[in-house]
């Protein structure tokens, strides 16, 4: 996944903020680790929400569990995304029903491939809001 994510990440910033099969709806999510520390880059499809927040799911491509940078926005919420318009330092809020229901819908409306997500898991697939700071 790493060499993956490193070829979006590259085209992410070398084309603007665009990358091919994801249009502008990518931002990148700097976050540190909850045990090693280390800062990592998660590209990871938002949804605007209002002027100044993102909503991002954990889908996790419907993995049994949740990724890894849900874990490290939980140990470290205060992080910064990287936006076709530039760095913006946010705080991240994991979302309860049934405003993560609502939120959730959204991410259904604006892609078919969530809802294959959700049927390959029994979890309920979190949904994070990020704030501007």
């Avoid at 590259?10 to 903020?17: D, Y």
């Avoid at 909850?34 to 993102?54: C, Q, V």
């Avoid at 530039?86 to 049934?98: D, F, I, K, N």
């Amino acid at each position: 996944m790493t060499s993956y994510n490193d070829h979006v990440i590259a085209e992410f910033r070398r084309h603007g903020g665009r990358v091919e099969n994801f249009g502008d709806a990518l931002i990148l999510l700097h976050h540190i680790g909850a045990r090693s520390g280390l800062e990592r880059i998660s590209p990871l499809m938002a949804l605007p929400d209002g002027n100044d927040a993102w909503l991002i799911a954990a889908s996790k491509a419907g993995a049994p569990d949740n990724p890894a940078w849900f874990h490290n926005l939980r140990a470290h919420p205060d992080v910064t995304i990287e936006t076709p318009s530039g760095e913006v330092p946010v705080t991240a809020r994991v979302l309860e029903p049934p405003e993560r229901d609502a939120a959730w819908q959204r991410f259904l409306e604006a892609s078919p491939g969530f809802g294959d997500y959700e049927r390959r898991t029994t979890r309920t697939i979190p949904v994070v809001r990020l704030e501007r700071r």
